[in-house]
């Protein structure tokens, strides 16, 4: 089943912060987060597996909460580098198969 | 340059034609995915390699869409008798893993057009 991402999308100006949420009805076994620009290939940010670990690497963090099924990735201090369309994908067993993809949130960073 | 490598990275055909794409993944990698991406949609998971063999199928994938990755290296996705619903972006990703997940790398991709 497809996960659930919020907000669909956002406009931020250059410095500000942003949360973007995936959600799951199912237990997951991991939550993959990507970001997209326009025309390019998807390009991994991190990976969540089950146990509630967080995450992040220079201004990007993620958190996985395993009893809401819910993943938070958080943006602070955003650069205009960091527009583009988020998507979370979840896997429901350890198997190293397919991904579920969320239908994304698109995140505008304005000067 | 040693990420995953597509071919073509465009494809116009006309409907009831087949297409053949390709998929370099990184040298190392030892499972490769197809998915597919529609305008607005996050990529939907279409099939999975492990080295040669085929481990996962998606229902997505019909009897048209046929893919194989002869010696667990490069692999190819091929489409008969293309219809103008699978007008789309088929993205190719690889991984290295003993076990469980680690990062999969996305090409940049094939962009199909059937008119």
């Known amino acids: 089943q497809q996960p659930v991402q919020s907000p669909q999308a956002v406009i931020l100006r250059e410095g500000e912060d942003a949360v973007i949420n995936c959600s799951s009805s199912k237990a997951l076994y991991s939550v993959h987060w990507y970001r997209q620009k326009h025309g390019e290939a998807p390009v991994f940010l991190m990976i969540l597996l089950k146990g509630g670990e967080q995450k992040g690497h220079d201004k990007i963090s993620a958190s996985f909460n395993e009893k809401k099924q819910q993943s938070s990735l958080y943006l602070t201090a955003s650069q205009l580098s960091y527009s583009g369309t988020y998507f979370c994908g979840t896997s429901l067993w350890d198997s190293g198969s397919r991904l579920t993809f969320g239908e994304g949130t698109q995140l505008t960073v304005n000067p | 340059d040693t990420g995953v490598s597509q071919n073509p990275r465009h494809k116009i055909t006309k409907r009831g034609q087949n297409v053949t794409f390709r998929c370099d993944p990184i040298s190392e990698h030892n499972r490769l995915y197809w998915y597919r991406q529609t305008l607005g949609q996050g990529p939907e998971f279409l099939t999975y390699?492990?080295?040669?063999?085929?481990?996962?199928k998606s229902r997505l994938l019909s009897d048209r869409f046929s893919a194989e990755r002869p010696k667990g290296s490069f692999s190819t996705l091929e489409i008969q008798r293309t219809e103008q619903g699978d007008s789309a972006m088929y993205l190719c990703?690889?991984?290295?893993?003993?076990?469980?997940?680690?990062?999969?790398?996305f090409g940049q991709g094939t962009r199909l057009t059937v008119v």
């Open positions: 390699f492990q080295n040669e063999a085929q481990l996962e």
């Open positions: 990703a690889s991984s290295l893993s003993t076990g469980g997940y680690t990062e999969a790398f």
